[in-house]
């Protein structure tokens, strides 16, 4: 609890934009991996965006690719999804997630997108994002 917190979160009409803030105040926060999940009403949770400890390299889920950014400032322990050309297939709320150690993706099989049932992974209590007119 209060590890990773999230803010940001609005309503906003279709064909917007909304940028996502998540802190972290975490010792070496440099080696965690952060990602971003959402979960809509009656839905499963889902990896939206991460961004791996090691290279900053990005992955993104395929509704999110082209139209959200995911960035990290390791100074002062944030990470951001900028998201934009929002529609109502948004709406959900979003979580900040972070792992100590791993990358997003590894040849074993390890993969951010499995986060919500792995252990070791902390979660923010999310912020709503609501896409409507």
């Known amino acids: 609890q209060g590890v990773v917190v999230e803010s940001g979160g609005g309503l906003v009409q279709p064909g917007g934009s909304l940028r996502l803030s998540c802190i972290a105040p975490l010792n070496d926060f440099e080696k965690y991996t952060m990602a971003w999940f959402r979960q809509a009403p009656g839905q499963e949770r889902e990896g939206v965006a991460c961004v791996s400890w090691s290279d900053d390299s990005t992955h993104y889920s395929a509704s999110a690719e082209g139209r959200f950014t995911i960035s990290r400032d390791n100074a002062n322990h944030l990470v951001y999804l900028e998201m934009s050309n929002l529609s109502p297939e948004d709406t959900a709320d979003y979580y900040c997630?972070?792992?100590?150690?791993?990358?997003?993706?590894?040849?074993?099989?390890?993969?951010?997108?499995?986060?919500?049932?792995?252990?070791?992974?902390?979660w923010g209590q999310g912020t709503q994002v609501t896409v409507s007119t």
């Open positions: 997630a972070t792992q100590l150690g791993l990358v997003c993706r590894h040849s074993s099989g390890a993969d951010w997108k499995l986060w919500p049932t792995a252990a070791g992974t902390y």
